[in-house]
């Protein structure tokens, strides 16, 4: 199957800074990129979906300029999170679709620690 | 409430047994996806079945999709302690205005 990696794979940051997650496809052209939280021992939770060159569109609850995204390329996506705070700490996961297929390849996941 | 709910919540069998896992869904649907996730990890796809189909087969895993119910079942058979994991079904309705939503899930636990 495709293969999509997140980078960093676990973060720890003080409150108050921003942090950067990059999420990209590596064997395939990602023309929709998703996002997702997931907090412990729950499903996930769609934050924002992202067509490359457009702008994102949030789900409802989900502060938009909180979470900056960015889909810059058919193989990049980046995910934001601005002024962190404890309760943002959570994992986020990426996934992408592309081509003829409906599937979502996910990446791997990256665990954000606010302290 | 959710769009795609899973039952049972969590299941624990023994190692050569079968487990059913179920999902529900409220919305009609493009298509529905099964997804294992193991501790802390990212998700892997297992099986996506189209709303015109009715059953499909991967390996030891065979998925249903019931549309006039609303409901999809996960069978793994033969289990191995390497399925325990969570297992999640996740809706596309992007036709009918809604994103993909994951359910609850299924934790699953073999026991050898």
């Known amino acids: 199957g495709a293969v999509v990696s997140q980078h960093p794979s676990r973060v720890i940051c003080k409150s108050g800074t921003s942090v950067k997650i990059e999420c990209r496809s590596l064997?395939?052209?990602?023309?929709?990129m998703f996002w997702y939280r997931q907090f412990p021992k729950k499903s996930l939770m769609l934050m924002a979906t992202?067509?490359?060159?457009?702008?994102?569109?949030?789900e409802q609850g989900v502060e938009k300029d909180k979470f900056l995204i960015n889909h810059a390329s058919l193989t990049l996506s980046t995910l934001t999170v601005t002024s962190a705070h404890p309760e943002d700490s959570s994992f986020y996961i990426c996934?992408?679709?592309?081509?003829?297929?409906?599937?979502?390849?996910f990446g791997p996941g990256t665990r954000l620690t606010v302290l | 409430s959710q769009q795609g709910e899973e039952d049972p919540q969590a299941l624990s069998i023994q190692e050569g047994e079968n487990a059913t896992m179920n999902c529900s869904y409220k919305?009609?649907?493009?298509?529905l996806q099964w997804y294992r996730q193991n501790s802390g990890r990212g998700l892997v796809h297992l099986i996506l079945?189209?709303?015109?189909?009715r059953e499909k087969h991967s390996g030891r895993l065979r998925v249903t999709l019931d549309t006039s119910k609303k409901s999809s079942s996960l069978l793994i058979t033969a289990s191995r302690a390497a399925d325990t994991a969570s297992y999640f079904c996740?809706?596309?309705?992007?036709?009918?205005?809604?994103?993909?939503?994951f359910g609850p899930g299924t934790r699953l636990s073999v026991l050898p």
């Open positions: 996934s992408g679709t592309g081509g003829s297929t409906d599937t979502q390849y």
């Open positions: 064997d395939f052209q990602a023309t929709t």
């Open positions: 992202s067509n490359e060159g457009s702008k994102a569109t949030y």
């Open positions: 919305t009609s649907i493009n298509n």
């Open positions: 079945i189209r709303s015109n189909e």
């Open positions: 996740a809706t596309d309705a992007r036709n009918y205005g809604q994103n993909f939503v």
